[in-house]
């Protein structure tokens, strides 16, 4: 069963500017752990950022930010002063009590000059 | 760099011809995953190891089989491709802290005609 959503398929976004890009998920384990990766259209995977379940504050990495909503199971990744390098296709996982990862649809990201 | 390298990276095969994908890592990780990408389901987990001789299934096993029998390899078996086992696979490691943050290879892509 599908435990990650991400519902846009498709975003874009003027260089500069900022965007979120959405994420839910489904759970019933207390202990969990979401991640967002980054896959330019070379294909590899790259990790951005993470956030445990029991995490007071929201993680931040540089122009990262995960929007942790833990009642809505939500964790949106806010990417801030877009540039062009951050056009990539977007994967947000989740990590379950096993430590196996489940991964959502993906959201492509395309930055306009 | 996480040290893993996937062998091929590129392969076209024929129906019912039998493959095997590697994946090698250097790092002497303990856990190590296959996962396999396809437009509309993000990234799916195939089978998994937790050590030497140690694995289990993901996701979507069925037509695949893995074997490890160094903690350096994990190779990744079908024993009859077919056409919907086109896909992109990634070997992935789990690093060393516990957030089961993984790390992936650069991908094998494989076309069964």
């Known amino acids: 069963a599908q435990k990650i959503t991400q519902t846009q398929p498709g975003m874009f976004v003027q260089e500069k500017e900022a965007v979120t890009l959405d994420c839910t998920y489904d759970?019933?384990?207390?202990?969990?752990?979401l991640f967002w990766y980054k896959q330019p259209s070379s294909g590899e995977m790259i990790f951005l950022i993470y956030?445990?379940?029991?995490?007071?504050q929201n993680a931040t990495e540089g122009r990262y930010s995960l929007n942790f909503q833990k009642a809505r199971k939500s964790a949106n990744l806010v990417i801030s002063a877009s540039q062009l390098g951050d056009s990539a296709m977007y994967f947000c996982?989740?990590?379950?009590?096993?430590?196996?990862?489940?991964f959502g649809a993906g959201t492509t990201v395309t930055v306009r000059a | 760099d996480a040290g893993i390298t996937q062998s091929p990276r590129h392969k076209v095969t024929e129906t019912g011809t039998p493959v095997t994908l590697r994946c090698h890592q250097t790092?002497?990780?303990?856990?190590m995953y296959w996962y396999r990408q396809d437009p509309g389901h993000g990234l799916r987990l195939i089978h998994y190891?937790?050590?030497?001789?140690?694995?289990d299934k993901g996701e979507v096993s069925d037509g695949y089989s893995v074997s490890r029998s160094k903690t350096e390899d994990f190779l990744l078996t079908l024993e009859s491709a077919t056409s919907s086992q086109t896909s992109v696979y990634f070997c992935?490691?789990?690093?060393?802290?516990?957030?089961?943050?993984?790390?992936f290879g650069e991908g094998s892509r494989l076309t069964v005609l």
């Open positions: 759970t019933s384990d207390p202990s969990y752990g």
């Open positions: 996982a989740m990590r379950d009590d096993d430590y196996k990862l489940s």
């Open positions: 190891s937790y050590g030497v001789k140690d694995t």
């Open positions: 790092e002497n990780h303990r856990y």
């Open positions: 956030q445990g379940s029991y995490d007071q």
């Open positions: 992935a490691i789990r690093g060393p802290t516990n957030t089961g943050e993984l790390f």
